[in-house]
């Protein structure tokens, strides 16, 4: 044999015992990538993650025992196309698949929800033809709350009253005129004046509004608006020394338990945070710059996400407020993930999904929610030790760009929306690589645009219909947003009601309110002392006929006795010459010769 062919036989003896070696080398399996591992050493990237800023990814090691990407010493991650990884790794190990694990059945467990969203069986008679809005409020602020505020009412009431001399104003309240109350609080919403003072509304100049002098006088409504109490004011000191909110804690208890027995919200809830207004004095009082009115009450919401219906939600009260009522194992988790835990007690098993924002998700969040049978879908911090460096921004990534990485729970997206910035996406509800072919966006960008604005819908209806006015007291504008939740799921609740045709928001508020305070208005007409033309005003707001007088028989317009006259000042005591022959008041020569001055005005 030649020497040739010797070095032919040599060159094909290597070459078949370096693809023995090559078949068999373990290959890791797509299931067996989460969670934190034992890992050498030179297979994790040590480098300090910084959130929203282009960050210098470090160099490779050379030894890469699992054959993930060959590099050389002077070469960077930079270099190195991202789709030649097996594995990405966090800042402390925790390791992705750029694999995603096999499916093995068309829809996955805890995407299949059990739950019907709607009014529950309880409440299902209620809506009928004949539902008015009055009766779907009703089921959130019920009469037990409402007697509530009239007994701690009563008893400010009578602590002020020998301060007056004149008691007319000073009565007690009943359930009646409190509704009628939080009825004019809502049309002080519907017609935007609930920033105007309230002196304002009662001018007989032609600026006010009759509906207002309908309701109750001036003196009245600013005595109601003063003494309006929501607990007892003798053991409220007690209670404050565990509860912050001890003066509408109770009340506020009893609207979102009312609120999560009505009514069961979608399949995806949302999860954030809402502000109150408020600038008094108040020791919780919370600055939010990135709020349009930055100073106020912050509440903790859960929302359905699609339409706003609040379902849960408590008063931020500061510092170790969140793990408040949760067992003794969840005390020492990070206090975003309390507060999730806290608000999701009552879908807990029911296969939702949860959307939030950065502030509330975590891998550790994540896994809790699944051991409670439900996904979470939400923004991610760039400085949470799980994320791997490629997923952070870099100007080596091309716009519109996506990096996944998968584990057998959960799925990461890191996207692209412009040059030097990217995007995570934590969700335990995704688990392939999928992209919106008309957005051009992953599937999991595109399903959290949708779900995240869920609280934000509500505290939008709350904004645009607000019964909120100026005050120093803060449970006042704690209840003033308990007035505009309470409206916002109501109307919810009258769309699901396929008897009756869908009506506006706007004419669902009229109608709201007038329900409210039709009952005081028919109890005021017949008020002994009232005066006529109010009287006259109230009826027609009723839309009932005025009252007619008797007349003895045969007699003319003219007058047997003489009368003050009813349309001239009483202090001038002008004598009546004749009635008015359109609205039969007794009226003098001064003011016309057939019709008195406000029946000629209004021709």
Not at 5 to 22: K, Y
Not at 435 to 463: H, R, W
Not at 472 to 482: I, L, N, T
Request: charge should be positive; include cysteine.
């Amino acid at each position: 044999m030649s020497q040739r062919d010797r070095n032919i036989c040599r060159w094909l003896e290597e070459s078949d015992s370096d693809a023995e070696d090559q078949r068999d080398e373990p290959e890791l399996p797509n299931e067996d990538c989460s969670d934190v591992e034992d890992v050498p050493l030179d297979h994790v990237i040590e480098s300090e993650c910084q959130s929203d800023s282009e960050i210098d990814v470090d160099e490779l090691c050379e030894n890469n025992d699992d054959g993930d990407v060959p590099v050389d010493d002077q070469s960077s991650d930079d270099d190195v196309p991202l789709a030649r990884y097996r594995n990405y790794f966090g800042k402390n190990r925790f390791r992705w698949s750029s694999q995603p694990p096999v499916s093995r059945s068309r829809t996955l467990q805890h995407n299949i929800i059990h739950q019907p969203p709607g009014l529950k069986r309880n409440f299902r008679d209620v809506l009928n033809r004949n539902t008015k809005p009055s009766d779907i409020w009703q089921l959130f602020f019920i009469d037990d709350m409402l007697e509530e505020i009239v007994k701690y009412t009563n008893e400010k009431i009578i602590k002020i009253r020998p301060n007056y001399q004149n008691q007319t104003c000073v009565h007690d309240l009943d359930v009646m005129e409190l509704k009628a109350l939080i009825g004019m609080l809502y049309y002080t919403a519907i017609f935007k004046e609930n920033h105007t003072h309230y002196t304002c509304w009662y001018s007989t100049d032609g600026t006010g509004r009759e509906i207002y002098r309908c309701i109750m006088s001036k003196n009245r409504f600013e005595i109601l608006l003063n003494c309006l109490r929501f607990d007892d004011a003798s053991t409220r000191d007690e209670r404050r020394s565990t509860d912050k909110a001890a003066p509408i804690s109770q009340l506020f208890g009893k609207l979102i338990q009312n609120c999560k027995e009505v009514c069961s919200i979608g399949s995806y809830a949302c999860i954030d945070e809402m502000l109150v207004v408020f600038r008094g004095r108040c020791g919780f009082k919370m600055y939010m710059p990135k709020k349009p009115n930055k100073y106020g009450l912050k509440i903790m919401c859960m929302t359905d996400a699609r339409n706003g219906y609040l379902v849960d939600g408590y008063i931020y009260l500061g510092k170790d407020s969140d793990s408040q009522g949760l067992p003794d194992e969840y005390q020492r988790l990070n206090k975003p993930t309390q507060s999730v835990l806290r608000l999701i007690a009552s879908i807990e098993g029911t296969h939702r999904n949860v959307t939030t924002d950065n502030w509330f998700t975590s891998v550790e969040l994540m896994k809790i929610l699944k051991q409670k049978q439900l996904t979470l879908v939400g923004t991610l911090k760039k400085n949470k030790r799980e994320v791997p460096p490629q997923f952070l921004p870099s100007r080596h990534r091309d716009v519109g760009s996506s990096i996944f990485g998968f584990t057998s729970d959960a799925t990461l997206v890191s996207y692209v929306p412009k040059q030097n910035k990217s995007v995570l996406v934590l969700s335990s509800m995704h688990h392939m690589p999928t992209i919106d072919p008309q957005k051009q966006k992953p599937e999991m960008i595109t399903f959290y645009n949708s779900t995240k604005g869920g609280v934000d819908t509500l505290d939008q209806k709350c904004a645009i219909y607000s019964t909120s006015r100026r005050t120093q007291r803060w449970p006042m504008a704690v209840f003033y947003r308990m007035l505009d939740v309470s409206a916002a799921n109501s109307y919810i609740i009258s769309n699901m009601n396929q008897a009756q045709r869908k009506v506006p928001r706007l004419n669902f508020m009229k109608q709201l309110a007038k329900e409210l305070i039709e009952p005081h208005l028919r109890r005021r007409v017949n008020q002994f002392g009232l005066q006529r033309d109010l009287q006259n005003a109230i009826r027609r707001v009723l839309k009932i006929d005025e009252e007619p007088r008797s007349f003895s028989a045969g007699s003319s317009d003219k007058l047997e006795t003489r009368k003050t006259c009813s349309t001239c000042d009483p202090k001038k005591k002008r004598k009546t010459f004749h009635l008015c022959f359109q609205c039969k008041n007794p009226i003098c020569v001064e003011c016309s010769q057939k019709m008195c001055i406000s029946c000629r005005d209004k021709l």
